[in-house]
């Protein structure tokens, strides 16, 4: 009987990757981004801040990541479909510590493996939502 568990998680390398694509992406739009990437766990593997991003832009990416590797959904659009008729999590979920629904937060998946999570702030939030995918895109296309 196996008594232990190995987690996956993302390297340094894929966490620099998605950032450097992230900031690659936003620069595309004229955007100034906070990004991050947090590990399976939650805890932080790789953070940037562009010159210029707002300040603001600094804890949100990171709310972003960790809600989305909290829940393995991403912010935005699935976490409103999955909250908007049900008043308990509606009204719940906005006390949760490190919680946030603006998207531009993505779990970050190898096969069907939660591995991580990435947070991007600095825009609105379907501009945040473009530099996640560009991100995750690349990695996708690196790992084929």
Request: hydrophobic letters at 40%; a negative charge; aromatic letters at 4%.
């Amino acid at each position: 009987m196996k008594t232990s568990f190995d987690q996956p998680t993302v390297s340094r390398e894929a966490a620099q990757l998605l950032i450097e694509t992230a900031i690659e992406a936003a620069q595309a739009i004229s955007l100034n981004i906070s990004v991050c990437v947090l590990d399976s766990s939650g805890r932080m593997k790789a953070f940037s801040s562009m010159d210029g991003a707002p300040a603001v832009s600094l804890e949100t990416c990171v709310k972003k990541a960790k809600t989305a590797v909290g829940f393995g959904i991403p912010t935005g659009r699935s976490w409103h479909e999955f909250i908007k008729n049900d008043p308990i999590l509606l009204q719940g979920a906005q006390h949760l510590p490190d919680f946030i629904l603006l998207g531009g937060g993505s779990p970050i998946l190898h096969g069907d493996r939660l591995i991580g999570a990435i947070g991007v702030s600095g825009g609105h939030y379907e501009q945040d939502e473009k530099c996640v995918a560009a991100a995750l895109e690349t990695l996708k296309s690196k790992n084929s």
